[in-house]
C-alpha cells in the first residue's frame, strides 16, 4: 500500500464521491432521501482509502479512532451532541 500521502488524500476524496453520487442519485437530487441508497462496496472503498492515507502518514488507525471515540465522547458529555458545530442539529 506504498504511495504518497497527497495521492492517497485525492484517492479518498474520490470515494466519498462515489458515496455522495449514489446517495444523491438514489434520494432523486434530494426529492426523496427516505431512498438514499448506498452501495456497501463504495464503503469498503473509502475505508481502504482512509486506511491506506493513514498508513502513508504514520498514523495508527486504531490509535486515531480512538482518540476521535474520546473527543466524541466529551463532546456529549459537555454539550448533549457530538457535532462540533454550535448551530442546533450539527452539520
Do not use: H
Not at 504518497?4 to 474520490?14: K, M, N
Not at 472503498?45 to 486504531?62: K, P, Q
Amino acid at each position: 500500500m506504498q504511495g504518497q500521502p497527497a495521492y492517497r488524500i485525492l484517492d479518498l476524496a474520490s470515494e466519498v464521491g462515489e458515496i455522495a453520487k449514489d446517495a444523491v442519485e438514489s434520494g432523486e437530487y434530494g426529492a426523496t432521501p427516505e431512498q438514499l441508497e448506498v452501495n456497501t462496496d463504495e464503503v469498503g472503498d473509502v475505508l481502504f482509502s482512509l486506511l491506506a492515507l493513514a498508513e502513508s502518514l504514520d498514523i495508527d488507525a486504531g490509535v486515531a479512532l480512538d482518540e476521535a471515540l474520546d473527543k466524541y465522547q466529551r463532546r456529549l458529555e459537555e454539550t448533549g451532541t457530538a457535532s462540533s458545530s454550535n448551530r442546533e442539529g450539527g452539520r
